[in-house]
């Protein structure tokens, strides 16, 4: 490893932990820090709620963060190789669009056929949303793909996604119509994304589930690699090229679709946590960058879930505000400067 | 012009004019022999002897001429500005009118057709003993009302906005009589009242006080000339929510948490919203009843644990069969206060056959009931043993 890689990765473990801790320490409540140490450590607070509020809302709300974070930037990068495109990423390729298909049919319509009044997406249901999610994200990926046979432009490969994203979308809102209205709103909410939105249970299934999905991108790195050469590079270098597609569009469609069922459709993050990345280790070599991406995803996203929860306040802003507002000014200059320093396509 | 384009252009124009046509028939004020026309119209004569006076409502207003009533809402929908209707008495001319009212909408009343764009609605038109004039309904799945719900298996009542837009072209070839718009506007609503079917607004949602939205049946007394039936039932509720109201200003108000959580964000509504009034009427107190805005704000679940989780009381909407719903919807509801004593209560007991619940429907016309199920859950001192709730039930532990 690059020395400058292995300063940059370093770098970005020690924001993560700094943000973790962050994470912890600030939120729209004031809790002594006293408090939240001895909480952490297993002891009692001076205070019963503060043991609530440290250890059933915040340290969930990090994990989640750390999580979702890590498996967008990856699966952002995934997609960015794999379809040799710069502008890939869960969004706009439709996963998330499909994934919310997925989730819309099991949240606006699952209880109306079934014989319940249900409310909306309830415990048992969590876990259906959840597969739904990645089946719609791996459908959608797929499809993609398949098609792709057929098209060697990356432009027009792109503007198919574009295009069964917005189908699905469509979906989406014809379920909408038909659905019980309280449901619809819970629907937008879930669709703002939040890293508030999960407890314990929740982290039961959505931890280990991306820990399954960031250890099938690790197997993808060296085939990725190879794809970045083209198709035809891969194969002379011994790569089965299907066997490939096939694990990073497993890998991608899981940890955008388990993200995309617990904390809604999050744009941005894996767009251009890759880009950042690849800058900051000055390398596309994914040995270098798939750790890097995992860093900085976490870094972005507790970031942002920082700002999401206003310490002081009583309100939320929704993460997909704050991915936006707060992301795209720094990236922006990120890039900029970058381009112009380095000469870095 | 190709030959094709010829024949389409011919189809549109033919069907315009029949659609005209239709519109023109409707028009005439002088209707065929209905109950409560005019049969031999004399000027002099006030053919409104029964007037609503308004107590609480701010949203409408009703002004009486000899042969006709002026209906005025203020805030048609949200956003929207002032709108009047002349309801004309049957067999009147139609009045020559000038001003702002030159261009108003006319209805010819009592109506015998109506169609309702909101379930709240048709309580207090079934509380005038009206049902019958209900041909109508947005989405008849929604309807918890027994005496609809009879004329919708019945076939009486068709739905004509099923998926929450209005379909024009069902509500045009059926020609009601009028339509009670929910509160909220439409692209179809325009394209309506050209076609000559009178579109009414009822705004009842946007009234700040549950006694102010249930005067919204002083509306549907004027729609269908049952003044003297709604004043009567309108005191009683009036008079009911006061005494019930002054009974528990008399006790130390009860802690309650209100609203739930959905991807981390807690629905809470303020002092000033319906709900706020109504808790607040029931001597309950929750921080946030001191915040102004009609609207529910959406706050984080830290600040709300922090500063209301320890209340003994939960009020929900959500229909939890038992407490660990709650638990497996969320884990972190568990360390609510009033989830560990098992006090949630759940406004989920008069649920109908498609999912309507009564407690939207009828709670708008009836805040008396509504008022007393709070009492009785917040102040049980208060209630009489064997009183039965209405909307209320207590989950499950």
Request: proline content about 5%; some cysteine; hydrophobic content about 50%.
């Amino acid at each position: 490893m690059k020395a400058r890689t292995a300063l940059v990765l370093a770098g970005l473990a020690l924001a993560v932990v700094v943000l973790a801790v962050l994470g912890l320490a600030l939120g729209p409540v004031r809790v002594p820090l006293a408090d939240t140490v001895r909480v952490l450590l297993g002891s009692d607070a001076s205070d019963p709620r503060w043991q609530v509020i440290v250890a059933n809302m915040r340290l969930p709300r990090v994990l989640t963060a750390l999580a979702a974070g890590a498996a967008l930037g990856v699966a952002g990068l995934q997609l960015q190789t794999l379809f040799r495109n710069t502008l890939a990423d869960p969004y706009i390729l439709g996963v998330s669009s499909g994934a919310s298909l997925g989730v819309a049919l099991v949240m606006l319509l699952g209880g109306a056929a079934g014989a319940g009044f249900t409310a909306g997406m309830a415990g048992a249901s969590r876990a259906g949303a959840t597969i739904a999610a990645a089946l719609g994200a791996a459908a959608m990926l797929t499809l993609v793909l398949t098609l792709s046979r057929w098209t060697r432009s990356a432009a027009t490969l792109l503007l198919i996604g574009v295009m069964l994203g917005a189908a699905s979308t469509a979906l989406v809102s014809l379920a909408m119509v038909y659905a019980d209205p309280q449901r619809v709103q819970q629907f937008l909410l879930w669709g703002l994304g939040s890293f508030a939105g999960t407890g314990w249970d929740d982290l039961r299934l959505l931890l280990p589930l991306v820990a399954v999905g960031l250890a099938a991108a690790a197997l993808t790195i060296r085939p990725l690699n190879a794809l970045l050469l083209g198709e035809s590079y891969a194969a002379t270098m011994g790569i089965n090229v299907r066997r490939a597609r096939v694990v990073t569009v497993g890998s991608a469609s899981l940890l955008a679709g388990v993200t995309t069922a617990f904390c809604g459709p999050i744009a941005f993050i894996g767009l251009v946590v890759p880009h950042v990345a690849r800058i900051a280790v000055g390398t596309s070599d994914h040995r270098a960058v798939v750790p890097a991406v995992t860093l900085l995803g976490a870094v972005a996203a507790l970031a942002c879930g920082i700002v999401s929860q206003v310490p002081g306040s009583n309100v939320v802003i929704p993460i997909n505000a704050v991915t936006a507002l707060v992301g795209a000014p720094v990236v922006i200059t990120v890039l900029l400067r970058a381009r112009r320093g380095s000469g870095m396509p | 012009m190709s030959r094709a384009l010829r024949v389409v252009l011919a189809l549109a124009i033919a069907l315009a004019t029949s659609l005209a046509g239709c519109s023109a028939e409707r028009a005439p004020l002088s209707a065929d022999a209905r109950p409560g026309c005019i049969t031999d119209f004399d000027p002099a004569t006030d053919y409104f002897p029964d007037k609503s006076t308004l107590s609480e409502a701010g949203n409408f207003r009703l002004t009486y001429h000899r042969s006709y009533q002026v209906l005025t809402v203020n805030r048609p929908y949200l956003g929207g500005k002032p709108v009047s209707y002349v309801l004309v008495r049957c067999g009147a001319p139609a009045p020559e009118l000038t001003g702002e009212l030159a261009g108003a909408q006319q209805v010819t009343v009592p109506v015998r057709s109506l169609y309702s764009g909101s379930t709240t609605h048709l309580a207090m038109i079934s509380e005038l003993g009206q049902a019958d004039v209900v041909t109508g309904v947005a989405s008849p799945a929604a309807v918890a009302d027994p005496q609809i719900r009879r004329r919708i298996d019945a076939g009486a009542v068709v739905g004509y906005a099923p998926g929450g837009q209005v379909n024009i072209e069902t509500v045009l070839h059926a020609g009601p009589d009028v339509l009670v718009t929910p509160g909220m506007d439409d692209p179809g609503y325009p394209k309506l009242r050209e076609a000559g079917i009178p579109v009414v607004a009822d705004a009842e949602w946007l009234e700040a006080t549950p006694l102010g939205r249930a005067e919204w049946i002083k509306v549907f007394a004027a729609l269908t000339g049952t003044e003297s039936q709604a004043g009567r039932a309108y005191q009683a509720i009036r008079d009911r929510y006061r005494e019930l109201a002054v009974q528990a200003a008399s006790t130390k108000p009860v802690d309650v948490l209100v609203g739930t959580m959905y991807s981390g964000s807690w629905s809470m509504p303020t002092g000033a919203s319906y709900a706020g009034r109504l808790i607040a009427d029931a001597g309950g107190a929750y921080p946030w009843l001191t915040d102004g805005g009609a609207e529910n704000r959406q706050l984080n679940f830290e600040s709300v644990y922090a500063r209301a989780g320890h209340a003994p009381l939960w009020l929900v909407t959500d229909d939890w069969k038992a407490v660990g719903d709650a638990v497996s919807q969320d884990s972190r509801y568990g360390d609510l206060t009033a989830v560990r004593s098992g006090q949630v209560w759940s406004a989920t007991k008069a649920i109908g056959p498609g999912g309507g619940n009564l407690y939207w429907e009828r709670g708008t016309a009836r805040p008396d009931l509504l008022l007393g199920d709070l009492v009785a859950i917040l102040h049980p001192e208060l209630a009489s043993s064997d009183r039965e709730f209405e909307f209320y039930r207590q989950v499950a532990r």
